[in-house]
């Protein structure tokens, strides 16, 4: 299971720092993926973590602003969200991308297990 946490409202150039947390399993064995739904678009992949090399991918419409990280301790991904612009909308779902089947992991929303989502709203 995975459970996101730390959504929320904010102004545009605000920060925000997205949590996702598992249960039953450890998120080093698998890659990690964040993306984000928004109304009438396909859903975004926004930035993903590799296991075990820890290695990151980011959306070209986030790099520079986000970042992703692993807290192996707390078995907790975090995706910490700077300059957040009108744009970065949405709600924020983790997800699992595990392996072997995944051999990197991808921006594209494939997983076999997601959470529940954040809400993330910009606003003035």
């Known amino acids: 299971q995975l459970v996101e946490s730390g959504g929320g409202l904010v102004q545009p150039g605000g920060s925000l720092t997205l949590s996702c947390t598992a249960s039953?399993?450890?998120?080093?064995?698998?890659?990690i993926l964040w993306f984000r739904q928004v109304p009438g678009k396909e859903n975004e992949g926004v930035s993903c973590?590799?296991?075990?090399?820890?290695?990151?991918e980011y959306a070209d419409s986030v790099q520079g602003r986000f970042t992703i990280s692993r807290d192996s301790a707390k078995n907790t991904v975090y995706l910490q969200m700077n300059r957040i612009e009108f744009g970065d909308t949405g709600i924020y779902y983790c997800a699992a991308q595990p392996r072997p089947q995944f051999r990197r992991c991808i921006l594209s929303p494939a997983y076999n297990v997601r959470g529940q989502g954040t809400q993330v709203t910009v606003s003035t």
């Open positions: 973590i590799n296991s075990p090399d820890g290695s990151t």
């Open positions: 039953g399993f450890a998120l080093d064995d698998d890659h």
